[in-house]
């Protein structure tokens, strides 16, 4: 694909190369966001539309935990052009659109607002907040299933943004279908994903644990100090010491149900999805795996957590009733 004439002034612009004789584009202040790879911008093309350009990091200021073996040309900035040029094909409502393409930049739709982890992650805890949470992990196993290929391998809430309507969006596929790699969020990764096992949408299952457990505890479900550095992080997760399920007394008040052996349920949830341990499913464990009784292993699928977590929702009847139809939450809730 050649380059259109009027991405040449962004594209210098970016490397900071300003072209002082080009009008074509210009550039917000405004970073929208950056990760270990790559940084975010809002830039205005000549046509008058605003977009978001993802950009590759220039290899000198690779660094840290993630990059050290990975050659370039193998990163999560190549993997996520191709994802997203796959994606040309079809039109997935919960996933991102690309505008064009360069070396070391992606064009994407801009969404106006911040990620749904602005939103959300540090909600109070009401009944309200929580129905949202449940809304948007419902969509989010939506977008999973458009994705070309598993796991997405970097779920959080940072990684999905809210459309004009509302809807959830996934971000950010640097790591999808790629089923051995130790690239990710560190918080949110599974312990088979740490020890360079073969990986699959399990590890999915538990980052959307940790995000939950982390809405009703505020805190990371085996690490006690979130501010410690990488390495710590991740021997704390290979050791595996669950901090405990909820403080059912505390949930019956903020709920307002006395009933408490609905909030055992939850209980039992949280400990599925955040299990580190994981059963293949060609083993012989396989429909014991499956079992919402076995707390030891980790959901199999995000439908079979999501579905869990409705179901416990749908037996107490939390929050606005008016989101909650025929036993589901709705797909067009307003945030
Ligand atoms: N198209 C977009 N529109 C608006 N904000 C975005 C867009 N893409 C990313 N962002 C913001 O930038 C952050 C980082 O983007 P992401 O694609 O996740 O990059 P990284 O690979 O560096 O994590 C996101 O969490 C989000 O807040
Ligand atoms: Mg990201």
């Known amino acids: 694909m050649s380059v259109p004439e009027i991405f040449h002034g962004l594209v210098y612009q970016l490397n900071l190369e300003v072209d002082p004789g080009s009008n074509n584009y210009a550039l917000s202040p405004a970073r929208l966001g950056e990760g270990g790879e790559a940084q975010v911008f809002q830039a205005s093309l000549a046509d008058g539309r605003i977009v978001a350009v993802k950009q590759r990091r220039p290899e000198e200021h690779d660094g840290g935990l993630e990059s050290t073996t990975t050659p370039r040309s193998l990163g999560g900035f190549v993997n996520e052009k191709n994802v997203l040029k796959r994606l ?125 457990y982390w809405f009703l505890k505020r805190q990371h479900p085996y690490i006690t100090d979130t501010h410690a550095a990488t390495k710590n992080l991740f021997l704390e997760l290979l050791r595996g010491d669950y901090r405990g399920g909820l403080d059912l007394r505390k949930f019956t008040d903020i709920f307002g149900s006395s009933d408490i052996h609905l ?23 396989f429909v014991e795996a499956t079992s919402p009784t076995n707390l030891e292993k980790r959901y199999l699928t995000v439908e079979l957590f999501v579905q869990e977590l409705e179901d416990f929702f749908n037996l107490v009847k939390l929050g606005n009733m008016d989101l909650i139809t025929s036993g589901q939450v709705q797909e067009e809730a307003v945030v």
């Open 88 to 212: 040309e094909e079809s039109a997935p409502k919960h996933l991102l659109k690309s505008l064009g393409y360069f070396d070391d930049l992606i064009l994407l739709q801009l969404f106006k607002g911040k990620n749904v982890g602005d939103y959300i992650q540090n909600e109070p805890l009401t009944s309200e907040s929580f129905l949202r949470l449940v809304h948007f992990f419902r969509q989010l196993t939506k977008a999973l299933h458009e994705l070309p290929a598993s796991p997405h391998g970097d779920i959080t809430w940072s990684n999905a943004m809210y459309d004009e309507e509302n809807l959830v969006v996934l971000i950010d596929y640097s790591q999808v279908g790629i089923t051995r790699s130790f690239k990710g969020t560190p918080l949110f990764m599974a312990r088979e994903k740490i020890e360079g096992k073969k990986i699959d949408q399990k590890v999915d299952v538990f980052a959307m644990g940790v995000m939950l």
């Open 263 to 285: 909030f055992e349920r939850l209980n039992t949830i949280l400990k599925k999805a955040t299990a580190t341990d994981i059963e293949d499913e060609e083993s012989e464990q």
